[in-house]
């Protein structure tokens, strides 16, 4: 079962911000840790960002310095801040529950992220 609804996604520039929400379809949500992954076309699928069940960030190198993760209990949203947008960026951003990352059939659509001029 889909976990989340990601969305905020769209056509930016480069150096450009955007910022991306998943909402939870369940009630539970605070209690576990979510992920951001991003996906180009016939890549895997690469984590963005984390965000622990009490609100402690990790971000990759991918994300280090440029974005930032957050979470919002009562609305079981989480967001992903993005600034300083490269080309390279692109992709469709998704969000999961890290211990459901390996069970395909819980992930979303994603939302597309174009960086271009």
């Known amino acids: ?4 609804v990601e969305s905020g996604g ?15 379809s369940r009630s539970a949500f605070s ?8 996906q180009i076309p016939n890549n895997q699928r690469e984590l963005v960002a984390t965000i ?3 609100g402690q960030p990790y971000y990759t190198d ?6 930032t993760i957050s979470k919002d209990n009562a609305k079981k949203t989480v ?4 600034s300083s947008l490269r080309p390279e960026d692109t992709a469709v951003y998704y969000c999961n529950f ?4 390996t069970n395909p059939d819980t992930w979303g659509q994603g939302t597309q992220v174009t960086v271009s001029s």
């Open 98 to 101: 890290q211990y459901l990352a």
């Open 10 to 24: 769209g056509l930016v520039q480069p150096g450009g911000s955007l910022t991306l929400s998943c909402t939870a």
């Open 31 to 38: 209690i576990y840790t979510v992920d951001w992954y991003r």
């Open 79 to 82: 967001y992903l801040q993005m």
């Open 1 to 4: 079962q889909v976990q989340f």
């Open 52 to 54: 622990s069940s009490i």
């Open 62 to 67: 991918i994300s280090k310095g440029r974005f």
